[in-house]
Every structure is written in C-alpha cells, then in structure tokens.
C-alpha cells in the first residue's frame, strides 16, 4: 500500500514538474524575444557608447521594460532548472541534478550580462551572454540525452534538444573566435528547446486524466 502511494505522489510530482518546465520555457521564448527586440536591437549600437546611450534616453521606459522582462527571463531560468531536475530525476538523478547546475550557472552567468546592458555597454552584453551560451548548450544537451532515455518522451524529441544545445554551444564558441558572425546557428536549431516545452505542457495536460510513467526506457 505504502508503495502504491509513493509511486502515485512520485508521478504527481513528476507530472506537475514537466508541466511547470514547460509553461516557463514558453513564457520565456516570449519575454526573452520581446527584450531582445527592445532592450538590444532596439537601442544597442556595437562600439559606439555616445549613440547607444542616446538611444536608452529616448526609448525611456520601452528599455526600461524590456530589461525587466529579461531579468523576469532569469527568474524563469532558475525555476526551469529545479522543475526539468525533478521531472527527469526518475530517469537520471545525477544527470537530471547536473543539468540543473549548468543552467543554474548560466542564468548567473546572464545577470551579469544583463548588468552590462543596463549600463549601456552593449560589448560587455554580447561577450558575456556568449560565454554564458557554452553553459546554456551544455545543459540542453544533457536534458536532450535524458528526453531520449525518458518513456513518456519521444527520442526525435531528445535528439532535436541535443542539436539545439550543440547549436548555442557551437554559436558561443564562434562568438570568441569572431566579433561579428555573420550567422547564429541557434537561430535555426532553437526549435527543439520549443518543441520540449511544448511537448511537457501537452503531456501535463494529458496525465491530469490519466498517470504516465517516469522511468528510463
């Protein structure tokens, strides 16, 4: 009996979990590329302080939001790191724990980069959010071999995260080898990281009528 109810409130939890990863994974695509659009492209001049720090006092409070919505992004990181380790733990528990850390340490790694951008140093921005990227790729790579290990996930799924995470790795590489590249690899190969979120709500979705495993397959 005791068994019985450890197994139904341990995918409970693991139900609950991938649906929160996946609700904030979505919430940030949509915050992340509006302040991308008004906090960076919006206002950012690479290499010219004076017209970068015009731009920031015209847009007033459109920067001012779409700063805020990027720390709200980092927010997001920190709770998407907890609910993708308790939703893959089952699978992993090592493996699940270390992608949690990676992405943890991105989203350190991301403050920082946003204190520079809020400051108006739009190269500070660029070179730390890069560097920030190798950290990003490292766990959606992990997270991708746990999707493709995971029973209630299909393994295309897993193996587009992986590519999405070779991708913001491969891009984070470039951008210290390249002050300007002339094409951003993740911009293609994100798809997967999306798909996953969309693909955790719907399963969520799906076990609020009916239970789903969490073992390794």
């Not at 943890?104 to 660029?126: P, R």
């Amino acid at each position: 009996m005791s068994t019985t109810i450890a197994r139904v409130e341990g995918e409970a939890r693991v139900r609950t979990a991938a649906g929160i990863a996946g609700m904030a994974l979505l919430a940030m695509a949509v915050l992340a590329a509006f302040g991308n659009f008004v906090a960076i492209e919006g206002v950012m001049v690479d290499g010219d302080p004076v017209a970068t720090a015009a731009n920031i006092e015209s847009a007033g409070a459109l920067f001012t939001l779409g700063l805020l919505s990027m720390y709200v992004v980092v927010l997001l990181d920190v709770l998407v790191a907890w609910a993708l380790t308790l939703t893959f733990e089952p699978v992993d528990a090592p493996l699940a724990r270390l992608a949690g850390w990676l992405r943890l340490a991105y989203a350190g790694v991301f403050m920082v980069a946003i204190a520079a951008l809020a400051s108006g140093d739009a190269g500070a921005f660029e070179k730390t959010w890069h560097a920030g990227l190798l950290l990003f790729g490292a766990s959606l790579v992990v997270v991708g071999w746990l999707t493709v290990r995971c029973t209630w996930l299909p393994s295309w799924l897993g193996v587009l995260v992986i590519i999405a995470g070779a991708g913001y790795g491969l891009d984070s590489i470039v951008a210290t080898l390249v002050s300007d590249p002339a094409i951003e690899v993740s911009a293609i190969t994100f798809i997967g990281e999306v798909l996953l979120a969309v693909w955790l709500v719907m399963r969520w979705q799906q076990s609020r009528r009916q239970s789903f495993p969490a073992a390794t397959s």
